[in-house]
């Protein structure tokens, strides 16, 4: 009902008309898509090859995986506002650090956009990739150990065992989750609006966020319809990822 609802209010051609005139949407659109391409893809490829150094049985490496798991574990307003705070000009860790190695003040980090943006998919990284890790974790435990063995006896390197045991049993597993962080993604509100607020200037807006801008200026119907543009980019991801399911 809820979405039926937003449809029907966001149904009239003069919203998306002003939308479109509205630089802010084609810069928090830019932005989305850098976002999902840039902090998917980085997520993944880490959580890949964390999920090897976690199988590991060592007693270290499991201890540490406790502590690795912390991020997703604790919920995200105290999780990115401790960036936040590490990222404060004035009395944040990571100038007080520069400050005292090179005897220089620190920049205002959130105060350029580019930076700004950065960090925010620096904190939906750090916030979500312990889960993406688990994922893969338990697919490479799936995967039968016999095949390994019999590779080391036919001499096969690291990389060749990924190569042709480890990423062939996992494939549909890794764009199956591809696929599916790409749509939590790109719904991501607390990354960006936790940390930067959609500052400076509007400019680190995404889909997720615009909504809200347009609410804090009365412009419902553009806050519906900055909402209703994004099922463009939902529906293909989620059509790809059932048709994967149903093989």
Not at 214 to 221: F, G, I, K, M, T
């Amino acid at each position: 009902y809820p979405v039926g609802y937003g449809l029907w209010l966001a149904r009239h051609p003069e919203s998306y008309v002003r939308l479109v005139a509205d630089p802010i949407f084609f810069r928090s659109l830019v932005n989305t898509v850098v976002f999902i391409i840039v902090a998917v893809n980085l997520k993944m490829v880490v959580a890949l090859f964390l999920s090897g150094f976690f199988l590991n049985t060592r007693w270290w490496i499991k201890a540490l995986s406790v502590i690795f798991i912390l991020p997703w574990a604790v919920p995200s307003i105290p999780t990115i506002l401790s960036m936040r705070f590490m990222l404060n000009p004035e009395w944040g860790v990571i100038n007080t650090l520069i400050f005292k190695l090179t005897g220089i003040d620190g920049p205002n980090w959130l105060n350029d956009p580019t930076l700004a943006l950065s960090f925010s998919m620096l904190a939906h990284i750090w916030k979500s990739l312990p889960f993406w890790t688990l994922i893969l974790l338990a697919g490479r435990m799936a995967i039968p150990a016999e095949q390994y063995e019999a590779a080391s006896v036919d001499g096969a390197t690291i990389w060749q065992k990924f190569r042709f045991i480890t990423w062939p049993s996992m494939r549909s597993l890794y764009l199956t989750s591809t696929i599916l962080s790409m749509i939590w993604t790109l719904g991501d509100f607390n990354s960006v609006y936790l940390l930067t607020g959609g500052g400076p200037a509007d400019l680190t807006h995404v889909l997720a966020t615009l909504g809200i801008r347009y609410l804090r200026l009365d412009q419902v119907d553009l806050s519906l319809a900055s909402i209703v543009v994004a099922l463009p980019l939902v529906l293909p991801l989620v059509y790809f990822m059932m048709k994967r399911l149903s093989k």
